[in-house]
């Protein structure tokens, strides 16, 4: 049973051939001249403000975490548009009840006030 995963295990240890050489050659050949200007944390091109570490607002996790929820919206739609055809009315109805169910909660979320950037 393990001759069948034996060109498997070949391509593993190949490829990982492949990355440690290929790591190797650009540590021992390539450049090595670091400056102040390469080792510096950039930041848009002008000096940095303050401690990166500072927290940061909660509206801005919760207008990324809005950002996802509905971007998986758009995720979801692209397979039942191709598979329209062939799921029928059931199918339709029940994207129809998901779509209805994320503007219930997209118009809770305006409603609140999630969605406002002072």
Known sequence: MLHDYFAALVFLVFSLVIAIAARAMGYLLGPNEPNKGKVSP??????????????????????AILFILFD?????????????????????????????LLLVGFAYEWRRGALEWE
């Open 42 to 63: 950039y930041e848009c091109g002008f000096d940095g403000l303050g401690d990166a570490r500072l927290p940061f607002d909660v509206r801005y996790y919760l207008v």
């Open 72 to 100: 998986l919206e758009t995720a979801f739609l692209f397979p039942w548009g191709v598979s329209l055809r062939y799921i029928g009315w059931q199918g339709f109805w029940a994207m129809v009840f998901f779509l209805a």
